[in-house]
């Protein structure tokens, strides 16, 4: 058997380096040709992700994997076509097709007979069957279901630990019809393996779905539900912090009953998961008000948080505020839709001046990202954006100036800041350290 992945990021390169430690040759395609040439010198073009290159560097050596920027190529030579291209949202939050499409194109026009196609990629409820498999179709004179067989199995995995999600999630396989089901159950059975999970009702492995919708829904619905719980947390932490109570304490309460599952509030919902898949979802369903109210309650919280800050200062008037971390989440070098933009966009609106800083970004990349970098020199005040472990244990000598300092992850130890003429404000919590 012979498989191509096609798109070589933070998903598709360690799911082909998986696919091919199974036995399988594979054939990685990226648009970018820097990208494949440092896969195929075994290096990952992308920081952060465990055994990745040793992994990597192994399935090289035998010869089982290797990356090309024709996507034609890798497919011609493929029995199984994985499609893991980004799907992002445009300006108004609608689903963007445009990468996706060309990538469809691209397959369709060496799709060989009784290939599997699987579309990893998160889509709206109804695309798999409802616009690739015409396209595909359509481009390679092949019929779905006889010519060639399509399934939707979604990526249910968050970078910097792909190889042991992989084992640990079910992975959820649903088709067009149902030969395509049996297929795409057959290859994912064939190429993962799986922990033991005594805490499923059924056991962990290989789930087969009734239909792509239903594996497109699964996907949208544990995302989606994520972003309604934490947009609840974050309700109650505003209301914490006006009633004067300790957020932290209440949700660690409510969730010793185990019918609570509260989420933690914070600064803002980043990645390319929580903030883009309700927006998917909506597409399908756009009168989902409780799924539409919970994103603007999330895409709030950053303005929310950069008031507080002002009040407390009684006014950010040509005040300089550190943001620390770009990263939308701690530990990870990447900032799709990251709290930072907002935070950064809300001090310059109130008339302040931002700069950031982040351990995982020099000064260069932060420039590259619209950001100013911060020169290590006084400030007024600062906010914790990401939630980095070294931001855990910083203290007061840390932050030079820093009259106030606003927890938005919950991460600094309150201990280091008791006697310190900074004030630390946590997300949700009414009290203070003064």
Same mark, same amino acid.
């Given at each position: ?24 040759? #594979?054939?990685? +395609?990226?648009?970018?040709?820097? !990208? ?10 992308? /920081? ?9 560097? $192994? ?17 011609? %030579?493929?029995? !199984?076509?994985?499609?893991?291209? /980004? ?11 445009? $990468?996706?499409?060309? %990538? ?32 595909? %179709? ?5 019929? =779905? ?5 399509? =399934? ?23 088709? !067009? ?34 239909? &792509?919708?239903?594996?497109?829904? $699964? ?8 972003? #309604? ?7 109650? %932490?505003?209301?914490?912090?006006? #009633? ?6 209440? *949700?660690? $309460? ?19 998961? *929580? ?18 109210? &919970? ?31 770009? +990263? ?14 907002? !935070?950064?966009?809300?001090?310059? &609106? ?49 932050? /030079? ?34």
């Amino acid at each position: 058997m012979s498989a191509a992945v096609v798109a070589l990021g933070k998903i598709g390169l360690p799911l082909a380096v998986q696919i091919a430690m199974s036995g399988v040759d #594979v054939i990685g +395609a990226d648009v970018s040709s820097r !990208v494949v040439e440092l896969v195929n010198e075994g290096v990952a073009p992308f /920081p952060g992700e465990a055994d990745l290159e040793e992994k990597l560097g $192994a399935v090289l050596e035998q010869g089982r994997f290797r990356a090309t920027t024709s996507t034609h190529e890798a497919v011609a %030579a493929s029995d !199984v076509v994985i499609v893991v291209v /980004p799907l992002m949202t445009d300006g108004d939050g609608h689903p963007d097709f445009t $990468a996706m499409d060309a %990538a469809t194109e691209a397959i369709a026009e060496t799709l060989q007979p009784a290939t599997l196609v699987s579309y990893e990629t998160t889509l709206p409820v109804g695309t798999t069957r409802e616009r690739f498999g015409p396209m595909l %179709a359509e481009g390679s004179g092949l019929d =779905v279901g006889e010519g060639f067989f399509l =399934v939707h199995s979604p990526e249910r995995v968050s970078s910097g630990r792909i190889f042991s999600d992989l084992r640990r999630y079910p992975k959820l396989v649903g088709g !067009v019809d149902a030969e395509s089901t049996r297929r795409g159950v057959e290859f994912y059975k064939r190429v993962l393996q799986f922990d033991e999970r005594p805490d499923l009702d059924n056991p962990n492995g290989v789930w087969a779905m009734a239909s &792509a919708e239903s594996a497109e829904l $699964a996907k949208l619905a544990e995302t989606t539900y994520r972003d #309604v719980n934490i947009a609840l947390a974050n309700e109650f %932490a505003e209301f914490a912090e006006r #009633v004067g109570i300790d957020i932290g304490e209440v *949700i660690a $309460a409510s969730n010793s009953q185990p019918f609570s599952h509260i989420h933690r509030p914070g600064v803002a919902v980043g990645g390319h998961c *929580i903030p883009v898949y309700p927006r998917f979802y909506l597409a399908g369903h756009p009168d989902a008000v409780l799924v539409e109210t &919970a994103r603007r309650v999330n895409r709030e919280v950053p303005e929310r948080v950069v008031s507080m800050v002002a009040r407390a200062l009684s006014g950010l008037e040509g005040r300089k505020v550190l943001v620390l971390g770009a +990263a939308y989440r701690g530990g990870v070098k990447e900032t799709a839709y990251s709290g930072v933009f907002d !935070v950064v966009e809300s001090i310059s &609106a109130a008339g302040g001046i931002p700069v950031v800083s982040d351990p995982l970004y020099s000064d260069d990349e932060l420039t590259a990202l619209g950001l100013v970098s911060w020169d290590g020199q006084d400030v007024d005040a600062v906010i914790v954006q990401s939630d980095h472990n070294e931001y855990r244990d910083l203290g007061p000598d840390d932050l /030079p100036g820093a009259m106030v300092v606003f927890d938005g992850r919950g991460v600094l130890d309150p201990t280091r800041w008791q006697g310190s003429s900074s004030r630390l404000m946590v997300i949700g919590q009414g009290a203070t350290t003064d």
